[in-house]
């Protein structure tokens, strides 16, 4: 069985500069998610999709993040513009559905360096 | 706010001695407690995890861990590390009932095993 799909892998950009991350998720998997690790801490998540639909997106900046997941597939991240403080791995992980008793799946993360 | 505190940030051990790392969270409602393990230069995995039942669960290369409710603690132990266990290990939590069951992640413990 295929894993998480990610890429880029890894990302540098300067500050106030754009840059979008894209994640495919495990064939069948109706919840997306996306986390923001920063070094020396866990993830954090920024934002959740059930399908195409949006289920929790308290925690993203909504000022300069966005996130679509279109057909209820494939699902990107954007930011614009870019600040240091974004410098972290953006983590997308997938579960079957959103049952409390589901795992998530992770893929191998996005690496953004902003200068 | 949930939270999940994880007491070492750093563990440096020879091979063969024995491992635990302690794990706490906050919320007092029912909850699912999971260990995910980042292996250098791979994605977080899935080590074990607790939805109900025997307290003490199983989980992949040896690796226990025991739901303590009292405590609100999930600490994972191994009794005899191997050089192929060095990693960074991530308690998580899941509070049951919460908007899209969302997963809280603790600071992670960066485990060092000498050869």
């Known amino acids: 069985e295929a894993g998480v799909a990610q890429s880029p892998r890894y990302k540098i950009i300067e500050k106030r500069q754009s840059v979008a991350f894209w994640c495919n998720p495990i064939?069948?998997?109706?919840?997306l998610y996306w986390y923001q690790q920063i070094l020396g801490q866990g993830p954090k998540l920024l934002i959740q999709?059930?399908?195409?639909?949006?289920?929790?997106d308290s925690q993203l900046p909504k000022d300069r993040f966005s996130a679509e997941r279109l057909k209820g597939v494939d699902s990107t991240l954007k930011i614009q513009p870019a600040k240091l403080e974004d410098s972290a791995v953006y983590l997308c992980?997938?579960?079957?559905?959103?049952?409390?008793?589901?795992?998530?799946?992770f893929g191998p993360g996005t690496r953004l360096t902003v200068l | 706010a949930q939270s999940v505190s994880q007491h070492n940030h750093h563990v440096i051990l020879s091979e063969a001695a024995s491992l635990e790392l302690g794990c706490n969270y906050s919320?007092?409602?029912?909850?699912?407690l999971f260990w995910y393990v980042q292996y250098p230069g791979q994605h977080l995995q899935l080590l074990l995890k607790?939805?109900?039942?025997?307290?003490l669960v199983k989980g992949i290369k040896g690796f226990e861990a025991e739901f303590i409710k009292s405590k609100f603690s999930f600490n994972l132990r191994k009794p005899s590390v191997q050089w192929s266990d060095t990693a960074e290990y991530f308690c998580a939590v899941i509070r049951r009932g919460a908007a899209g069951n969302k997963l809280t992640f603790g600071g992670g413990t960066r485990v060092l095993v000498k050869p």
């Open positions: 992980a997938s579960s079957l559905v959103a049952g409390f008793t589901d795992t998530q799946y």
């Open positions: 607790y939805f109900s039942g025997d307290p």
């Open positions: 999709f059930q399908n195409n639909g949006v289920v929790d």
């Open positions: 919320y007092g409602g029912t909850v699912n």
């Open positions: 064939s069948g998997h109706a919840t």
